[in-house]
């Protein structure tokens, strides 16, 4: 197979210099383009990536590996293949189907000189007058050589071993992608999903081939779910994914934009499958780093040419003010107005944070018109501010935005800090693993002004009362509301809420995978405001219980924070 190799090597990179140097080449129905650092030759009747070849040689796929696009309802296959664009600086080409799901997809490949890699961008759309289709989970993904990949690399403190295939047996099968190997671990895909937020890069890399192969992402902008969401990103076979569209850890009880009706297209990325070589899995993930940082740099890409991808866009800034004082550290998403944003999935979603004066930057957005969000600084709902139009070489200012919270009375107590996430309880820094929940205690008594926020678990996962003691000096007559902030919800138990024995709300919170598929930090975040007669709290000792009647194994409710108000 060596000796192959390397004069496909030699085929494909000879003559190459330093210079740019750019091909494409027809074979049946394979078409290649190259560079003079890789390879890639792809399938033109099913779209498929069938090789990628680096200038030494090398086939980082093997035999059957294969880099596609797959979504709910179709693939690319058949498709109508088309030469774009050639020139010195790029070449372009596209792959077309209409798929029976109501949609067309157009996939497209652009590789660049002195690039270690090729661009991949999909364009989707629907026709007025086509029956309604739904915008389910969209991904392309790449399955490589086995020989060559082992380790998984999605951010500094997310990384580890690929076991092989060969020990992920039905057998040793406990749930979805998830197995416990013969030494008595569990290996799951979820332990490498993560947030999108702040990363802009994953991938695998091989321990003794010294080579890398990662998804690079200069924009978040074409992800649904804004910040919070999680992605999955890298797992064994190897196989390497970039989602467009991600189902997983999304609630069930959702309100999504995703049926689409009308007319309607968006463009999906471009990504960079990025390839190198280095001689450590560390060297290899500096490096992916640092070409990501370029990448970022370049956004928007100046050499796109596609009516769907505009060069000329806007920016948002403004100061965002919490009770009149600067609203440090919240989270500010730009996004379509009419749907919770978690759930959008058909547009474009932006996001960045307020400095310490509360001042915030949303650089390089499309023109149209978005609804402004805000989160975070402890407080358990959000701020939305309608009507922001955005519009092309504009800087459009929202000026001071004044962030007045709604209050139910005095706030007698909270439990946690209202950031969307876990934080601060137990288990909620422990890095994502497939079992953690079992570690958490059926029964659990925390006393207000005793007991440290520490001592408060991450999720609660089995049957039993958990029960929040505090004291009050005073009667309350007008009313009081308990606000349980849920970070995430598994396999939809049921949570029964009592004041001093006396059941106040019933809630089932769906299921959006968190707490089996290994997330510590969230999943779906939900509020809930529960109302209640304050004749419930007395003067003296009094009792919350939370209960989880029907709660299933890998189930349970992530909390956010809890608080009390009355008046």
């Known amino acids: 197979m060596l000796p192959k190799l390397a004069l496909i090597a030699s085929l494909l990179f000879y003559g190459a210099t330093g210079n740019a140097q750019l091909t494409v080449a027809t074979n049946g129905n394979t078409v290649t383009l190259q560079n003079q650092l890789a390879a890639f030759s792809f399938n033109t009747t099913t779209a498929d990536l069938t090789a990628i070849v680096n200038h030494k040689g090398t086939s980082l796929l093997g035999k059957k590996g294969r880099g596609y696009l797959l979504g709910p309802g179709f693939s690319m296959s058949p498709c109508t293949y088309s030469l774009l664009r050639k020139t010195d600086s790029l070449i372009e080409i596209a792959f077309d189907h209409a798929a029976s799901n109501h949609f067309h997809y157009s996939l497209h490949y652009i590789i660049r000189p002195n690039v270690s890699g090729i661009y991949c961008y999909l364009v989707q759309s629907h026709k007025a007058g086509d029956s309604a289709g739904i915008y389910g989970q969209t991904r392309w993904g790449i399955g490589a050589n086995e020989s060559l990949f082992n380790y998984h690399l999605v951010r500094d403190s997310i990384q580890g071993p690929m076991p092989p295939m060969a020990s992920l047996t039905d057998s040793s099968k406990i749930q979805d992608w998830t197995y416990r190997l013969a030494d008595g671990t569990v290996y799951t895909k979820y332990n490498y999903a993560d947030y999108i937020a702040d990363r802009h890069v994953h991938g695998m890399a091989g321990t003794q081939s010294g080579l890398g192969l990662f998804v690079i992402q200069a924009s978040h902008e074409y992800l649904n779910g804004g910040p919070t969401k999680q992605y999955q990103n890298v797992h064994a076979t190897p ?20 049926v689409i009706t009308g007319d309607w297209r968006k463009v999906d990325g471009p990504f960079l499958l990025y390839t190198n070589e280095g001689s450590s899995t560390d060297a290899l993930w500096t490096n992916a780093k640092q070409q990501a940082t370029q990448e970022i740099a370049q956004w928007p890409y100046i050499w796109m040419q596609h009516p769907d991808y505009p060069l000329q866009r806007g920016t948002v800034n403004g100061t965002l003010l919490l009770q009149g004082q600067p609203a440090a550290g919240a989270n ?3 996004a379509a107005p009419g749907y919770d944003w978690q759930a959008q999935t058909s547009g474009y979603i932006y996001y960045s944070k307020t400095d310490k004066q509360g001042n915030f930057s949303l650089p390089h957005v499309r023109a149209g018109q978005y609804t402004l969000y805000a989160y975070g600084c402890n407080q358990t709902e959000q701020f939305t501010k309608a009507g922001i139009a955005v519009e092309a070489h504009t800087t459009t200012s929202t000026g001071s935005l004044l962030w007045q919270p709604v209050k139910h009375g005095a706030t007698l107590w909270q439990l946690g800090i209202a950031d969307r996430t876990t934080s601060g309880f137990n288990l909620s820094n422990h890095s994502r693993e497939y079992g953690l929940f079992n570690l958490v205690p059926d029964t659990l008594d925390f006393t207000i002004g005793k007991n440290q926020v520490a001592d408060w678990y991450y999720a609660q996962t089995k049957p039993g009362n958990w029960n929040i003691h505090f004291p009050l000096t005073r009667n309350y007559k ?12 598994a396999k939809n138990s049921t949570l029964r809420v009592l004041v001093n024995g006396r059941q106040v709300s019933t809630y089932k919170p769906g299921n959006d995978a968190s707490v089996y598929r290994s997330a510590v930090a969230g999943g779906y975040y939900q509020l809930l405001e529960i109302p209640f007669d304050s004749k419930l709290l007395t003067s003296g000792n009094n009792t919350i219980t939370l209960q989880l009647p029907d709660v299933k194994n890998g189930g349970g409710i992530m909390y956010d924070a809890i608080k009390l108000e009355a008046e």
Do not use: P
């Open 332 to 334: 500010i998403i730009l």
């Open 239 to 258: 196989y390497l994914i970039c989602m467009f569209n991600c189902g997983h850890f999304l609630s069930d009880k959702r309100k999504s934009d995703d």
């Open 478 to 489: 007008k009313g009081a509301t308990l606000t349980i902030a849920i970070a995430g919800a």
